[in-house]
């Protein structure tokens, strides 16, 4: 009956793989929604690759990529049922249990990846990962992906008068909803699964994403505008449950911690680079017209967005934007 309850509400994961454990070889289910050739993608299949080669094929990691076994929300419900073992969600969808995960939106916060990269790997970030233990999840580590940059499908965005009456897919969290209500715009929080379609049929008329989930999602042939604002981030946590992580032996534990470190270096190299080349790509598209933010553009969305600091500042702790703050 138990059983039965946990499969209806998670929809994804199917039976544990963890659970089967103890008896037989560890089976690690490690979902996900974007490509396989992302940073994350290919991140998972390197930990995939060095879990299997430490223990001898003892666990074995099962990566589904693109939301094939879980999507935005299913996948957060699914590892805490343990119907999945890891998973490595885009950090503003953590908003649910902890909104200081929103410090990855707080418009113009990092400076640049080296900046973020600081506070994940310092004190604070170590101790924001730490906050999700009371809900089952155990944070392993943080795979930044990189810099949010505006595509729509009506007009160049080059001023926050621009965004006035378009409407923008929202990855979760009321922060966003925040930024584009500064801007005059609208929002709606769709599954990343589901953008697509929603910018082709218009329920949506733009997003922001990086580079590289904007290349592999192929954006390009439903979107005419991109702007290079580096307004926020968007970087994932990697998370196993509490639950998995207990029924492991210590030797299978210290397997996956350094599997997930060389995951974690691999990625980080992977994350500067496929952008840099996204953004190529996107370029040889040819269909798409791109607008770069001068200074001056970027002071102007700085003052437009102050009404976001106002809301947001103690909402997600001031001690963390500060700690942000401090990494540039
Ligand atoms: C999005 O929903 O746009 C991203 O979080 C997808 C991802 O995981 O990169």
């Not at 200081?100 to 600081?118: I, R, S, T």
Request: proline share 4%; net charge negative; hydrophobic share 40%.
């Amino acid at each position: 009956m138990a059983v039965m309850l946990t499969l209806t509400l998670v929809g994804c994961g199917g039976d544990s793989g963890g659970e089967k454990a103890k008896s037989d070889k560890v089976i690690i289910k490690f979902s996900h929604v974007v490509a396989e050739t992302t940073p994350k993608g290919q991140a998972a299949l390197k930990f995939e690759e060095i879990v299997e080669q430490k223990s001898g094929g003892q666990m074995e990691v099962q990566v589904f990529p693109s939301s094939q076994l879980c999507g935005d929300k299913e996948e957060l419900e699914a590892l805490q049922a343990n119907t999945v073992q890891f998973i490595a969600p885009s950090v503003t969808k953590l908003v649910g249990f902890v909104p200081a995960f929103q410090l990855v939106d707080m418009p113009f916060l990092f400076a640049n990846d080296e900046a973020a990269y600081k506070f994940y790997d310092g004190p604070a970030g170590q101790k924001l990962m730490k906050t999700l233990e009371p809900v089952g999840m155990l944070g392993m580590a943080w795979w930044p992906n990189g810099a949010k940059h505006f595509t729509n499908s009506k007009r160049p965005l080059k001023t926050p008068e621009d965004f006035k009456g378009l409407k923008f897919r929202t990855q979760s969290g009321g922060l966003l909803d925040a930024q584009f209500k500064a801007l005059g715009a609208g929002s709606q929080t769709l599954a990343f699964a589901e953008v697509y379609q929603a910018l082709q049929n218009g329920t949506v008329d733009g997003q922001e994403n990086t580079f590289n989930n904007i290349d592999t999602q192929k954006y390009a042939e439903v979107q005419k505008y991109l702007t290079i604002s580096n307004h926020g981030r968007l970087d994932y946590v990697v998370l196993t449950n509490t639950k998995f992580w207990n029924s492991l032996t210590p030797e299978q534990q210290q397997i996956i911690t350094e599997a997930m470190k060389e995951a974690t270096d691999f990625e980080r190299q992977l994350a500067e680079e496929l952008n840099n080349q996204s953004l190529e790509a996107i370029k040889a598209t040819g269909k798409v017209e791109i607008y770069e933010l001068t200074e001056a553009d970027r002071a102007a969305f700085i003052k437009a967005l102050e009404p976001v600091y106002a809301e947001y500042t103690d909402k997600i702790g001031s001690e963390y934007i500060e700690a942000a703050k401090a990494c540039n």
